[in-house]
């Protein structure tokens, strides 16, 4: 008994410690403002942290999008290649250290060999702070909007066009990029 009446101050100080770290800061006021027009292509980089329940993955990436193709590299916080996705002519494909894979489900792909899907078919629109030409929006928010089950945030703005912070929510997974234009 007298050991843990010793011992009840220092829990009670790692205990106030450990909720330190999970408390999360007020998010800032953004006003979410549809662009009017978005770019068919472009090369962005920056970096990336995917949540999901049972682990995270963060790093860098860069995307370089024309109107012939995509390459979307994700590289680990030293630089090292993880994945490289390439799409031409409508076919998908993964590139990992050892092997590459082709689908014509490509979500599928993903799924099984890095563990989460990306909307890479609408990504492109998101990032640039437009939804979906042709899927309606499910709810609007003030920092951005639902579509397609998809939360997708606008945190932060480096001017009125491009989005500086996006975050994109599903479930339990939760995509955020943080953009070099």
Not at 18 to 23: E, G, I, P, V
Not at 86 to 98: P, Q, V
Request: with cysteine; glycine share 6%; proline share 6%.
């Amino acid at each position: 008994m007298k050991l843990i009446l010793k011992l009840l101050p220092l829990l009670l100080i790692l205990v106030g410690c450990a909720s330190f770290y999970d408390a999360t800061p007020e998010k800032p006021i953004v006003i979410y403002k549809k662009p009017l027009a978005i770019e068919s292509g472009f090369n962005i980089s920056g970096r990336f942290i995917i949540k999901q329940p049972n682990k995270n993955n963060y790093g860098n990436f860069t995307w370089n999008k024309t109107n012939e193709s995509e390459v979307l590299d994700f590289n680990s916080p030293i630089g090292q290649t993880v994945a490289e996705i390439t799409i031409e002519s409508g076919i998908a494909t993964l590139y990992t250290r050892n092997e590459s894979y082709t689908a014509a489900s490509f979500n599928e792909v993903m799924q099984k060999q890095l563990g989460f899907v990306l909307p890479i078919g609408y990504l492109h629109y998101w990032i640039q702070g437009t939804p979906l030409p042709n899927e309606s929006i499910d709810l609007q928010l003030t920092d951005g909007f639902v579509q397609l089950g998809w939360k997708v945030e606008y945190l932060q703005w480096i001017d009125t066009i491009h989005p500086e912070i996006v975050q994109c929510t599903k479930d339990d997974l939760v995509i955020k990029l943080l953009i070099q234009w």
